[in-house]
């Protein structure tokens, strides 16, 4: 391999293994917040493209915590795709669990969160849009409501006010 090649290889693996780093989980906040420990430094993680009832949205808002703490309990490995860091100093990020499940997706896919429209860009809006849809139809979690529950980004804007 030419050096200018194995150099932009090395460079490109190093930030693809950064941008995938392994971490543990420490806790879980909410339904779309954990706390992770990443080489040896805890960091909070917001996940990116949904978002989660707030937990006095009740049921709602503590179900979707509770299927984050069964889907990465404390001390599971949990592979994160980063995309920015928020106004709060928490990193943005999808999260996969060992065994390559999609943990963003999942709390769609299960009702346990809306897609967060406003924020899609970098996920794959095709598939968080078929998850939302068929959770919707089944009238799952946030959709059983009828008309479903209010959207967490509505509630906050009217709790500013």
């Not at 050096?3 to 293994?17: D, E």
């Not at 049921?59 to 860091?85: D, I, N």
């Not at 943005?92 to 406003?118: I, P």
């Not at 794959?124 to 959770?135: H, K, V």
Request: proline share 6%; glycine share 8%.
């Amino acid at each position: 391999m030419p050096p200018l090649l194995a150099l932009l290889t090395a460079a490109w693996l190093a930030q693809a293994n950064a941008a995938t780093a392994v971490s543990t989980v420490v806790s879980i906040a909410d339904g779309d917040t954990v706390r992770l420990r990443r080489n040896g430094e805890l960091v909070a993680v917001r996940l990116a493209c949904i978002d989660a009832p707030e937990l006095r949205q009740r049921p709602q808002g503590p179900e979707a915590r509770q299927l984050l703490q069964e889907l990465l309990p404390p001390g599971s490995a949990v592979q994160l795709r980063r995309f920015a860091t928020d106004r709060y100093g928490r990193l943005v990020a999808e999260l996969r669990t060992s065994g390559g499940v999609n943990v963003n997706q999942r709390l769609v896919a299960r009702g346990a969160a809306f897609v967060y429209w406003a924020y899609i860009r970098g996920c794959d809006r095709q598939t968080y849009g078929r998850l939302e849809t068929e959770a919707r139809l089944k009238r799952l979690g946030v959709w059983a409501p009828p008309g479903g529950l209010e959207r967490p980004w509505e509630l906050r804007a009217r709790s500013r006010r």
